[in-house]
């Protein structure tokens, strides 16, 4: 059975962290790639994956994309591959829009997140460069909030490529058996950042992160399709 613990912190990496691992070969832009640049908050929203993409016992609840308290990384360099440090700031200025939404997959353990983000011109490679530079010195690092701080432990992680580039990382909460899979890819001018979190361990799977993923490409490539009405949840905080 899903915890509150598990989904509401899951809330809190989703709107604060964007890890990474190895990424991908850029493909060739196709035709049907649509024109992403300068959408709002509420046209980005309709890129979320929703009805008929993800299955049906799960439950859907929208969030503010900016809510969250306070969050400090340590090492600071680490900041970087949760863009919240210096490639956050540098892309900040050309965000035009986002949109936030969580899965929580039935009676299955954990909570899936997706939020997307809209800019003026196309995600520079920079920001996936800069988040594998900061993995690379980051395999211990901690979390600090006014709640307390976390330790989490960092590494790359493998699976599909999706978007322009992509970006991977398994975190593992020191001491504890839950994980974090994140995957982190650009389409065009949005970045897409995609959660799980779980306990239980490696032998947990629940297909949610790579179902959230392809369907949030698939929106982003083809166009959105009709968004799923929202839930209320008391499983997740308000802002997840």
Known sequence: MRT???????ALLLLTTACGGEDSPTPEPTSSTPTLSSLDDEQVQRYLPGEGQVPGQWSVVDGDPDAGGELTTLPKACSDMLL???VAEDLRPERTGAARRTYLPGEEDG???????SYRTAVPDDVFTAMGDALDQCGEYQQVTKNGAVTYLAEGATGPSYGDRTFRVRMREKDSDKVVERVIFS????IVQVIEMHEGGDSVRTGGLETTARAAESNLRDGPREAQAPQESPDVSPGF
């Open 84 to 86: 919240s440090g210096r």
């Open 4 to 10: 509150p613990v598990v989904a509401a912190t899951a």
């Open 111 to 117: 909570a899936i997140g997706v939020k997307m983000t």
């Open 187 to 190: 389409v065009g001018s949005v």
